[in-house]
Each structure stands twice: as C-alpha cells, then as structure tokens.
C-alpha cells in the first residue's frame, strides 16, 4: 500500500464530504477510493470514517489523522518544490472562513486580488454568522469578531468594529429620540439571534457598563432581516458598525446614544498552531493582515 497516495484519497474524501464525491474530484473509480480507505483504516487497525445518511461522518481517530495527513502531505509538496527549484510556486486549496457582511465588504476584495497574484492556489471562502470549529470543519484561515476565548489558536488583531445602536427617522419621529439608555425601556425593538457575536445592549456610565433593552417588538435570525425591519421603521436595533455602514451614511438609519457606547470589539484574523505554517497559509496571511488593518483604520 502506498501510504502517501491512501492519505490523499482519505484527505479528499473527507473533504469532499462522501466516498462519491472524493472519488469525482480525483477522477477516480469509486470502488478504488473505498478500496483505499478501507486498506488505510486496516494498516491504522482503527475506523477513520463512518458512512451516514448525510454522507461521511469522521470518526475522533479520523480527524486527527486527517489533519497529520494534511500537513504531512503540505511539508511533502513544499519539500518537492524547493528541490525542484519550484518553492515560489504555492498551489493547492485554502479554506477560509468570515461573517457574512464583513467578509462581503471587507475580506472579499482583497481574497480576489490574492487569487491574482497566486493563480495555482484555490480558495473556498466560507462566509457565515456563526464560528466553525477550524479543526472539524478543515478551516486553514478565520476572521473573528469579539473576544476570543481562550485556546490553542494563534490570532492577530486586524482593527476593531463599533456597536451600533439605530433606528429609522420615521420611527425616531413617531416615538421620540432616546436620550438616554434608560428611555429604551419605553420603545420597541428588534431582538436578533443567530449570530455568536451580536452586541449586547450594553453602554457605559462613568466607567461603569449596565444594559437596559428595549421591548421586544419583532424577533428574526438574521441580520439582513433585522436591518429591513429597522429600515420599515418597525424599532430600534442593535448591530456592528459595519453592518449598516452604507444605511448610515445615507441617513436611512440614524445612530443613538453615541455617549453611552461601549468599548469596540477587537477583530482577529486566527489560525491553528502548526508550525511552521504551510507556505500558502503563510503567504495568505501576510497578504490579508496588512490590507485588512488599511481597510479598518480609523
């Protein structure tokens, strides 16, 4: 058995999310990339996978000779290209994850230029409200919002986005202008659920913070819902700054209580603790940390 080439097969099969699946992206026989498998996990003596109604399931073994596959596979393809005077050539696919309207506004334009600058690389940009574990879900690069826990992940601070209490001209003439955070307790207001770091209705008072809320007026999941609700003057929300940059400016939405606002949340680009990184990681790192930190400057 041909340890390298069975490693492979397992990495794209995982990835691909079923046997099927792995066996058209190496253009292969499905009964070869089953056969592999099924000689890797007998060399292991240990179940890698598990198929489900869903597809693959990865068992705890799995992933964690999934990910030493993956990075032995890298040190090897990188070896190969040095030796063959080649290193300067990255290639290969980069998974990388954002929330939806940051990543949108922020992180996809420099992605794209990235991709020009580095033809051979493939990416796969997960854009979505809520955090994915960078180890179950094979997530070489992800941006997150807020504090972060403490982990074995390596993070780097790219800026900081505001929390943003709003509401729409119509809504502040019908109902009044808060002028404290004490008056929301009159007002109605727009619950939102779905997206790990939502602000807080939070705010500062001499140094200390407190949260009053609003009545609930209208829960939805979405930010993009909450946002049109707010818009049709329905209550006041709470968002980050650049979720509703462009309603700001155009004075469809008109920020509240600006001195009582609490301290911004710090914005990090993070990723897992190998090392030394592969060079494509390495090399998308230092593209985006720089460009993001110009994007978010003050």
Same mark, same amino acid.
């Given at each position: 058995?041909? +340890? *390298?080439?069975?490693? /492979?097969?397992?990495?794209?099969?995982? $990835?691909?999310?079923?046997?099927?699946?792995?066996?058209?992206?190496?253009?292969?026989?499905?009964?070869?990339?089953?056969? !592999?498998?099924?000689?890797?996990? !007998?060399?292991? &003596?240990? +179940?890698?996978?598990?198929?489900? +109604?869903? #597809?693959? %399931?990865?068992?705890?073994? &799995?992933?964690? @000779?999934?990910?030493?596959?993956?990075?032995?596979?890298?040190?090897?393809?990188?070896?190969?290209?040095?030796? /063959? #005077?080649?290193?300067?050539?990255?290639?290969?696919?980069?998974?990388?994850?954002?929330?939806?309207? *940051? &990543?949108?506004?922020?992180?996809?334009?420099?992605?794209?230029? @990235?991709? !020009?600058?580095?033809? $051979?690389?493939?990416?796969?940009?997960?854009?979505?409200?809520?955090?994915?574990?960078?180890?179950? $879900?094979?997530?070489?690069?992800?941006?997150?919002?807020?504090?972060?826990?403490? /982990?074995?992940?390596?993070?780097?601070?790219?800026?900081?986005?505001?929390?943003?209490?709003?509401?729409?001209?119509?809504?502040?003439?019908?109902?009044?202008?808060?002028?404290?955070?004490?008056?929301?307790?009159?007002?109605?207001?727009? =619950? @939102?659920?779905?997206?790990?770091?939502?602000?807080?209705?939070?705010?500062?008072?001499?140094?200390?913070? @407190?949260?009053?809320?609003?009545?609930?007026?209208?829960?939805?999941?979405?930010?993009?819902?909450?946002?049109?609700?707010?818009?049709? &003057?329905? #209550?006041?929300?709470?968002?980050? =700054?650049?979720?509703?940059?462009?309603?700001?400016?155009?004075?469809?939405?008109?920020?509240?209580?600006?001195? *009582?606002?609490?301290?911004?949340?710090?914005?990090?680009?993070?990723?897992?603790?190998?090392?030394?990184?592969?060079? !494509?990681? +390495?090399? *998308?790192?230092?593209?985006?940390?720089?460009?993001?930190?110009?994007?978010? %400057?003050?």
């Amino acid at each position: 058995m041909d +340890r *390298f080439e069975a490693m /492979s097969v397992l990495v794209a099969v995982v $990835e691909a999310g079923s046997l099927s699946a792995g066996a058209r992206r190496l253009h292969a026989p499905l009964a070869t990339v089953s056969r !592999k498998v099924a000689d890797l996990e !007998k060399h292991l &003596g240990v +179940r890698l996978v598990r198929r489900t +109604r869903r #597809g693959l %399931a990865v068992t705890e073994e &799995g992933r964690a @000779f999934v990910a030493a596959s993956r990075r032995i596979l890298e040190e090897l393809e990188a070896a190969e290209r040095q030796a /063959s #005077g080649e290193y300067g050539a990255l290639r290969g696919g980069l998974h990388v994850t954002a929330p939806i309207a *940051f &990543g949108e506004c922020h992180l996809l334009p420099i992605a794209l230029d @990235f991709l !020009k600058e580095q033809p $051979e690389i493939n990416l796969r940009l997960t854009l979505v409200d809520r955090q994915l574990s960078l180890a179950d $879900e094979h997530v070489d690069v992800a941006l997150r919002i807020g504090h972060l826990a403490d /982990s074995a992940l390596i993070a780097t601070r790219v800026g900081a986005v505001r929390r943003v209490i709003c509401a729409s001209p119509d809504y502040l003439a019908r109902r009044g202008v808060p002028r404290q955070p004490d008056d929301l307790a009159q007002h109605d207001g727009i =619950s @939102f659920q779905g997206f790990a770091t939502a602000p807080e209705w939070r705010y500062r008072r001499d140094g200390a913070a @407190f949260s009053v809320e609003p009545r609930s007026k209208l829960a939805v999941n979405t930010t993009e819902a909450a946002i049109q609700a707010a818009l049709a &003057g329905i #209550g006041i929300i709470r968002v980050l =700054s650049y979720q509703i940059s462009d309603q700001l400016r155009s004075g469809a939405l008109q920020e509240l209580l600006t001195d *009582f606002a609490p301290e911004p949340l710090p914005v990090n680009v993070i990723h897992g603790p190998a090392e030394p990184l592969p060079p !494509k990681v +390495r090399c *998308f790192l230092d593209w985006i940390v720089p460009r993001l930190r110009a994007r978010m %400057a003050p």
